[in-house]
């Protein structure tokens, strides 16, 4: 079992920064691939970006040059850096975790709020 706890959401304006954080358990925390997803009221769940156990990432691209997704495997946590925020990365934020033998994400953290006033 993996647990995932975010952090670090809140309300924020336009044009403004925040930091995500995702503690995860588990001793094999840098076998995982991770990744940000994130839904917003109405819509579908979608992905935010990704980083593999290589560190290798990829990004949506309505985020591109604007977000960074990082980990730290000493710590067991996952980060994901947004600057320059826009109304439309209002969302709830999950981080997910695929584990060794898994084909897809199999684990969900709780999910928190950002939320970006125009």
């Known amino acids: 079992q993996v647990q995932l706890v975010e952090s670090g959401g809140g309300l924020v304006q336009a044009g403004g920064s925040l930091r995500l954080s995702c503690a995860a358990s588990?001793?094999?925390?840098?076998?995982?691939?991770m990744a940000w997803y994130r839904q917003a009221p109405g819509k579908q769940r979608e992905l935010v970006a990704a980083?593999?156990?290589?560190?290798?990432?990829n990004y949506a691209d309505s985020v591109k040059g604007r977000f960074t997704i990082s980990r730290d495997n000493a710590k067991n946590t996952l980060y994901l850096s947004m600057n320059s925020l826009k109304p439309e990365d209002t969302a709830v934020y999950y981080c997910?975790?695929?584990?060794?033998?898994?084909?897809?994400?199999?684990?969900w953290g709780q999910g928190t709020q950002v939320t970006v006033s125009s």
């Open positions: 588990g001793s094999i925390f840098s076998m995982y691939d």
């Open positions: 980083i593999s156990s290589g560190r290798r990432t």
């Open positions: 997910v975790a695929k584990t060794f033998s898994a084909s897809e994400y199999n684990y």
